[in-house]
């Protein structure tokens, strides 16, 4: 979406941060959905694109982490019951 952006910028129809913004956070699925309503409900003025896709990088990675160690440890318990 930024490449697009930056490609009509070059010829001068660029899309404000803000719209990249909200339209990036309206197609984020279900398990991103409290990060984005976090972004849209800032006090402040929204973050730039750029910050929005680290934050969302950093909530995937995170989330990603939390399925491992849940699977670990569903792993564990199942071969402790087993044992």
């Known amino acids: 979406m930024k490449n ?4 009509l ?4 129809h660029g ?7 909200l339209t990036l956070l309206g197609g ?11 972004i ?4 402040a003025s929204l973050p730039t694109f750029a ?6 990088v ?7 982490n939390q399925d491992k160690v849940a699977a670990g440890t569903t ?3 199942a071969s402790g019951a087993l044992g």
């Open 4 to 7: 697009i952006n930056d490609a």
């Open 9 to 12: 910028r070059d010829v001068g």
């Open 15 to 21: 899309v404000p941060d803000s719209q990249l913004v």
């Open 28 to 38: 984020l699925n279900e398990r991103l959905i409290n990060t984005a309503d976090d």
């Open 40 to 43: 849209a409900n800032s006090t």
């Open 51 to 56: 910050r929005v896709h680290d934050m969302l």
């Open 58 to 64: 950093l909530k995937e990675l995170r989330l990603a």
């Open 75 to 77: 792993l564990v318990a």
